[in-house]
């Protein structure tokens, strides 16, 4: 039997959290898991993702009731599903965002683009110190020494992929940004 907490239930969940806390959750989530699931494989992800984003949503949830901030309007798997799919497309966002920079091809160098003269490798340089040493260091470790962004991150001390990641994207847009002010026929003459 699962808990239907309408629009003046939310008490009623309060009190059922309150005496048997696991087996409110468990019939909760038994009930609401299928439809978070099939949402989040819908819109891009998989179960893995959907168990996380429920018990994420059931924790926000918990929190609300316990602290009595919780005002329903519809039923609890109503209201969670709200909640799982808001935090999906924000997690979604972020993940597009962020697989679109790992999948950043760079061309590979070729030997006419090898055959740089000394004039363009200084030129190249200049640019790269104008960035700072930690940017400079994460570009060379990322496309010059192959390393991967697990590595740099736990290199250059980043907390996860994530933040290193999003250094790295902000250190090569600096640099595109500079090298873009100097026009392509400046950089070969």
């Known amino acids: 039997m699962y808990p239907t ?8 969940l309060r009190e059922a959290l309150l005496t048997s806390r696991e087996k409110t959750l468990e019939q909760i989530y038994a009930k609401t898991y299928p439809m978070v699931v099939h949402y989040i494989k819908q819109h891009g992800g998989n179960a893995e993702d959907a168990k996380d984003v429920l018990q994420e949503a059931l924790i926000l949830v918990y929190e609300k009731v316990m602290v009595d901030q919780l005002t329903l309007t519809s039923s609890i798997t109503t209201y969670l599903m709200a909640i799982c799919k808001n935090l999906w497309r924000t997690e979604y966002r972020k ?11 760079v061309d ?3 030997d006419e683009t090898l055959a ?3 004039q363009q490798t200084k030129q190249l340089m200049q640019y790269m110190e104008a960035l700072g ?8 470790d990322f496309y010059y020494h192959n390393l991967r962004m697990e590595q740099i991150s736990v290199k250059h001390q980043y907390r996860t ?7 790295k994207f902000k250190c090569l847009e600096r640099l595109r940004k500079a ?8 950089f070969l003459n």
């Open 5 to 12: 907490v309408s629009i003046n239930k939310a008490e009623q």
């Open 161 to 167: 992929i994530h933040s290193a990641t999003v250094q």
């Open 108 to 110: 590979q160098p070729t």
């Open 95 to 105: 993940r597009s965002k962020f697989d679109s920079l790992d999948d950043y091809e």
């Open 116 to 118: 740089d003269t000394p």
């Open 179 to 186: 090298v873009s002010s100097f026009s392509y026929n400046q």
């Open 133 to 140: 040493q930690k940017c400079k260091d994460i570009l060379v």
